[in-house]
T-cell receptor, first 111, second 115 residues
Framework: GQNIDQPTEMTATEGAIVQINCTYQ??????LFWYQQHAGEAPTFLSY????GLEEKGRFSSFLSRSKGYSYLLLKELQMKDSASYLC????????????FGAGTRLFVKA | GAVVSQHPSRVICKSGTSVKIECRSL??????MFWYRQFPKKSLMLMAT?????????EQGVEKDKFLINHASLTLSTLTVTSAHPEDSSFYIC???????????FGPGTRLTVT
């Protein structure tokens, strides 16, 4: 089965940098996703990593180490609107490529 | 970007009735659709994987006779909650994946309240 761990909550200051970690255990790894979800809304796609290394997209970067079962999402130049839940999700390579979500990290950005 | 719609966005029903939720991919064909439920301040829990023209694959602990899934076409999947109970009240979200495996697109969700 799968096990995905990420911190429950984090707080950071506007303009700062925050790193949200995610560790996972899975059979048949086929990619790791990060999603942003505001309360009462559906998740929106942020990033996708399938190979080791860093993927940068604007203020957001995502890192993956498959051998360590580890990923992080890096948010730079934090803005108040970045206050949301950030979901780490792992796709299995078998059984229809289903994606399993972690419990999410609630990020609070303060002025 | 790709758009996925869900209907209805909110529904209130009485215990014992059935509710159907539709998930449509508006500008792409979705070979696979996924149904999730989410409790307040919790993450998404995968309920089932739906492939067009075949039976859905349910996750462990999800009753297939209670949560009926029909994926009749490449753009439409439906979830029917049968004989609804108050504990079925939740936020139900579908997602659709085009042929490319990299990304899945989420619908806006349906908030179900069973009284």
């Amino acid at each position: 089965g799968q096990n995905i761990d990420q911190p429950t909550e984090m707080t950071a200051t506007e303009g700062a940098i925050v790193q949200i970690n995610c560790t996972y255990q899975t059979s048949g790894f086929n990619g790791l996703f990060w999603y942003q979800q505001h309360a009462g809304e559906a998740p929106t796609f942020l990033s996708y990593n399938v190979l080791d290394g860093l993927e940068e997209k604007g203020r957001f970067s995502s890192f993956l180490s498959r051998s360590k079962g580890y990923s992080y999402l890096l948010l730079k130049e934090l803005q108040m609107k970045d206050s949301a839940s950030y979901l780490c999700a792992v796709r299995e390579g078998t059984g229809g490529f289903k994606t399993i979500f972690g419990a999410g990290t609630r990020l609070f950005v303060k002025a | 970007g790709a758009v996925v719609s869900q209907h209805p966005s909110r529904v209130i029903c009485k215990s014992g009735t059935s509710v159907k939720i539709e998930c449509r991919s508006l500008d792409f064909q979705a070979t696979t659709m996924f149904w999730y439920r989410q409790f307040p301040k919790k993450s998404l829990m995968l309920m089932a994987t739906s492939n067009e023209g075949s039976k859905a694959t349910y996750e462990q602990g999800v009753e297939k006779d209670k949560f009926l899934i029909n994926h009749a076409s490449l753009t439409l999947s439906t979830l029917t909650v049968t004989s609804a109970h108050p504990e079925d009240s939740s936020f139900y979200i579908c997602s659709a994946r085009p042929h490319s495996p990299e990304e899945q697109y989420f619908g806006p969700g349906t908030r179900l309240t069973v009284t």
